[in-house]
């Protein structure tokens, strides 16, 4: 990936003839394209062919170097063939079952997504938003590695799309039946599942706090000398107090899963558009 291309220069347009227009849908681009090839088909050639083969062939020496480059960066920093926890959710060195391994694994790496490379796509082609959330300069150029982080960044990118809508394809009297996007609708989904993630997930009440388990758990403590048994235990308001804390622990615990196997089959609908 360069940082330049040559068929989107201010010379490839003009070589061209239909200069190109920047920030695009991707349906935008599409219709952008097929417009450009029907008013100059030999010179569009020239700018989206022709450049792209020559600058191949002056960037060749340097092309593989960005290649050693990437795959140190994917082997060892970014690790982009493995699915990874945050320590928070899995200690390093610690055992987690394969199923309690898919929700912090595959959330945390939404969590990159947004906040890593949505950040650097909406900071990457303009100098403003570079200055605005002060990328680091040792983000940018042959030192840039995928570390830096910035959740603002990813948001307000996401924030943008998912306003886009259909309304450059239609006639003016047809344009208040403008539609969102896919693009558009699958921002929004993501700007969702990241908040319930970054915000509810980690702001749910613990449940056996929630349910009354451990306060259940001290008094029982208290009533036996310090040991945690129930099936010793001969206060008769103990008892029902643990079966009461219990069907509600239970109550909760279910609740839970069942929100986290919903997030994670709305996150896997919109895998196709996690990209960059």
Same mark, same amino acid.
């Given at each position: 990936?360069? &940082?330049?291309?040559?068929? @989107? &220069?201010?010379?490839?347009?003009? @070589? ?24 100059? $088909? ?12 020559? /600058? ?9 170097? #960005? ?5 140190? #960066? #994917?082997?060892w920093v970014s690790r982009s063939h493995s699915l990874t ?6 200690? $390093? ?6 199923? #309690?391994? =898919?929700?912090?694994?595959? =959330?945390?790496?939404?969590?990159? =997504? ?25 983000? &940018?150029?042959w030192l840039r590695w995928r570390t830096w982080r910035c ?6 990118y996401l924030k943008w799309a998912s306003t886009l809508t259909?309304?450059? =394809? ?12 896919? /693009? ?6 993501? @700007? ?59 109550? @909760? ?24």
């Open positions: 990936m360069r &940082s330049h291309y040559w068929t @989107i &220069s201010k010379f490839a347009g003009w @070589i061209r003839g239909t200069p190109s227009p920047g920030a695009l849908t991707s349906e935008g681009w599409d219709a952008w394209h097929e417009k450009a090839v029907k008013l100059h $088909p030999v010179r569009y050639w020239i700018a989206e062919e022709g450049l792209d083969y020559l /600058q191949k062939f002056v960037y060749y020496i340097p092309d593989k170097l #960005n290649d050693v480059r990437y795959y140190i #960066n #994917n082997r926890a945050h320590a928070r959710d899995i200690r $390093p060195g610690s055992w987690s079952d394969v199923g #309690n391994r =898919f929700l912090p694994c595959l =959330f945390n790496e939404l969590v990159d =997504f947004v906040e890593i490379e949505q950040a650097w796509h909406h900071c990457i082609w303009s100098d403003e938003s570079r200055t605005k959330f002060e990328v680091p300069w040792w983000r &940018s150029g959740p603002e960044a990813g948001l307000e259909n309304a450059e =394809f239609l006639d003016e009297d047809k344009k208040h039946e403008a539609v969102l996007t896919y /693009q558009a609708t699958s921002a929004k989904e993501i @700007i969702e599942l990241y908040t319930w993630w970054t915000v509810t997930y980690r702001n749910r009440p613990d449940p056996y706090e929630a349910s009354g388990w451990t306060a259940v758990c001290e008094a029982q403590r208290e009533a036996n000398g310090g040991k945690l048994s129930f099936s010793t235990s001969k206060d008769p308001e103990l008892k029902k107090q643990s079966d009461k804390a219990h069907k509600v622990l239970q109550k @909760i615990e279910a609740a839970y899963e069942k929100e986290d196997e919903e997030m994670m089959i709305r996150l896997i609908k919109i895998r196709q558009s996690l990209w960059t």
